[in-house]
């Protein structure tokens, strides 16, 4: 990154000690209508003081990194596959976790052996080593002495098993038209709807009608954008992540911000609170694949844009491309 960009992002990070004074604080929007609102207080997750060659990671992808070795006997591309590794994963974190503390039990070690049989159709022997293998692989990725000292809420400091170099994304692979491609009826429902959740944002209405509308509108605007991708003649692989934005209408509506935050308006440290923390607490994929988040997220600005939401779209694709260079760094800090 060059130096005068180095300068321009301590710069704006300096004009956000708000933000940072606050660490990170995120509440759910329906604790909005409770005056008890219970304030969590931490740092964003690439600094949370993680021993060299750790990163912190919060509990329940932590879990899914230490199943993987179950991902053999299961098929994770579907819900249930997916809800008998993390069952099975849990099983086996809470005997180790246990174990590592000095409180094994051998009735629950026999337990869990029958469990695994049934489960994933084991011998004895074979589960029983699966139980022993599991058992040091938590000491391994957790070992006790490395864990955090403070309490930042579910986190923990996981060995990083496997160094991954990330690279930026590489925009001379996006070949998108300048072609606007006008609102059909579905497009223009969509944004009736999106100005209707801000209107109700702005008024503070009543949660239960609020939260029906998000999450339809969610599902409706995935599948409008995923259309507008194809329209557009994108790659496969772009068209793919068409969902990505399904956890930014999370951050932007799901959750109550010290400032009224619209996909309309959205002031720059929020975006940075979005790339650098929320994004990696909330979702679980694979480390390069985190670098698709902003192309995504300007080419869904671009469709909102074309489909009459706002009449300029340049500062939000500005503010991404500002952002984009420290959520790069911060990736590389947390796996490489």
Not at 34 to 61: E, H, L, T, W
Not at 134 to 140: A, G, P, S
Not at 231 to 241: A, F, G, Q, T, V
Request: one cysteine or more; proline letters at 5%; hydrophobic letters at 35%.
């Amino acid at each position: 990154m060059a130096k005068k960009d180095k300068e321009k992002i301590a710069k704006r990070r300096a004009k956000s000690n708000q933000i940072k004074s606050r660490k990170k604080k995120l509440r759910l929007v329906k604790s909005h209508r409770k005056p008890d609102v219970q304030v969590m207080y931490r740092p964003g997750i690439a600094d949370m003081g993680a021993p060299p060659g750790f990163r912190a990671i919060n509990m329940s992808q932590a879990v899914l990194e230490y199943g993987k070795p179950l991902e053999q006997y299961v098929k994770t591309d579907s819900k249930d596959g997916l809800n008998i590794l993390m069952q099975s994963a849990m099983l086996l974190w809470n005997y180790a976790n246990s174990v590592q503390r000095g409180k094994e039990d051998e009735k629950e070690e026999k337990d869990i052996i029958d469990i695994l049989r049934r489960t994933f159709g084991l011998e004895y022997s074979e589960a029983n080593e699966m139980v022993k293998r599991m058992v040091e692989r938590f000491d391994y990725l957790f070992p006790l002495d490395k864990q955090p000292k403070e309490r930042f809420g579910p986190f923990m400091f996981i060995r990083k098993e496997i160094r991954t170099i990330i690279r930026p994304f590489d925009y001379s692979t996006l070949k998108l038209s300048n072609e606007i491609i006008s609102p059909d009826e579905k497009d223009k429902k969509v944004i009736e709807r999106i100005n209707k959740l801000d209107s109700y944002v702005e008024a503070k209405a009543d949660y239960e009608d609020y939260e029906k509308l998000l999450l339809e509108l969610k599902e409706e605007c995935m599948k409008q954008f995923k259309k507008w991708l194809v329209d557009k003649r994108l790659s496969e692989e772009i068209i793919s992540l068409y969902d990505c934005i399904n956890i930014y209408f999370d951050f932007i509506y799901g959750y109550m911000h010290d400032d009224i935050v619209l996909l309309k308006s959205v002031p720059p440290v929020y975006f940075e609170e979005f790339f650098i923390d929320f994004l990696l607490r909330k979702m679980y994929v694979e480390p390069n694949e985190y670098v698709y988040w902003p192309p995504v997220l300007k080419l869904f600005y671009r469709f909102l844009y074309e489909k009459g939401y706002f009449e300029n779209h340049d500062y939000f694709i500005k503010e991404i491309d500002y952002i984009e260079p420290h959520f790069i760094e911060v990736l590389g800090k947390q796996f490489t």
